[in-house]
C-alpha cells in the first residue's frame, strides 16, 4: 500500500464519520494530528523549496512517515502560491517540509495521518 492510498484510505474513514480529529486514532492507518508549516521557506534548487515542520498531537520518532491530508480551501492557498507538490520528509525525527513549484505565502497549519515504518 503506497503512503497516497492511505491518505485516501484515511480521508474515505473520517468522511464516513469514523477517525479524524486531532491525535484521534486513525484504525490500522495511523494516528491523526496537525503539521504546522511557516510562512519562512528556503529556496532550494530545482524550484524546490524547504521549511522546518511542526507535528502536533503526535510524538514524532525517526521512524515516523507524515501524509498530509489537505482541503479545498488549503489547495486553492498552494495552487495560488504556484506549490505543485508538498510533503513532509522525516530525517532523525526532524521533520521538512518541501514544496515543489513554490511555497505557502502564509503560515499554516494541515490535517496530518502519522504512522510508524519498521
Known sequence: ???EDLVLLAMCKKASGGGGGG???AGSYGTSGTISLPAQWTAGS???YTATATANGYSV???T???L???AAVISQMLADGVRQIYVSNSGAALTAVA???YPSNAMELQAI???VS
Open 1 to 3: 500500500m503506497t503512503p
Open 23 to 25: 491525535g484521534d486514532d
Open 46 to 48: 530545482n524550484g524546490t
Open 61 to 63: 520518532t525517526g521512524k
Open 65 to 67: 512517515v507524515v501524509n
Open 69 to 71: 491530508v489537505t482541503d
Open 100 to 102: 515543489i513549484g513554490g
Open 114 to 116: 502519522f504512522s510508524e
